[in-house]
């Protein structure tokens, strides 16, 4: 072989080994560029299973935060509607025995005048039942 014969298949031999290198350094990148889809995809997965934790935690302190508030409300409620039964209470036993202390005053009392006409002598006359 000839000095030119050898110079061409250098170069050939040149290109190929270059057209194999652009090919590795394409798979690399590809593979590489793959890869870090594949971690930005799990990256963003824990992104998301994370804000939904914290958005249910969140909800679950809101609610038991909201139940509270209720349950002080029912509380202070409860509180009010008993205060104002006993007041209540208070007043109707107060009125009953005014009632009961009155009707004993009252009971077997004939009130009125009576005239009793013998002899044209007027009385006044109280019965009293005790």
Known sequence: MGPRNENQLEK??????????????????????????VIQCWWRSMQAKMLEQRRRLALRLYTCQEWAVVKVQAQVRT????????????????????????????????????EVRASRLELDIEILMT
Do not use: D, E, P
């Not at 050939?12 to 870090?36: F, P």
């Open 79 to 114: 509180w009010q509607a008993r205060r104002r039964f006993l007041q209540a209470h208070q007043a109707a036993c107060i009125i009953q025995s005014h009632w009961r202390w009155h009707a004993s005053q009252t009971r077997g009392l004939i009130q009125g005048r009576y």
């Open 12 to 37: 050939a031999a040149i290109k190929i080994q270059s057209w194999w290198r652009g090919n590795m350094v394409r798979w690399t990148l590809l593979h590489a560029a793959l890869r870090a889809w």
